[in-house]
């Protein structure tokens, strides 16, 4: 996955909540842009979920993105 395609989802108007689905299994929903950012240099990406929680994410280990029922790998 790359920050460009992270980016796209992230800032399509109108927005949808996607999902970010990760190597390990875990996936984290993204209900609204301002809970995910792409971290300059492109290689990380920061997920928040409602609680304030923050969570740094390798780009590397990001094996899809589900919004809408659309898988866009």
Do not use: N, Y
Not at 32 to 58: C, K, N, Q, S, Y
Request: avoid cysteine; charged fraction near 25%; hydrophobic fraction near 40%.
């Amino acid at each position: 996955m790359t920050a460009e395609q992270v980016r796209r989802t992230r800032e399509k108007a109108p927005f949808k909540a996607f999902t970010i689905h990760l190597s390990d299994q875990r996936r984290f929903e993204i209900p609204h842009p301002d809970f995910l950012w792409v971290m300059p240099g492109g290689r990380t990406i920061g997920i928040a979920d409602e609680t304030g929680a923050a969570e740094i994410v390798d780009l590397v280990h990001v094996t899809s993105l589900k919004l809408s029922g659309i898988d866009e790998t």
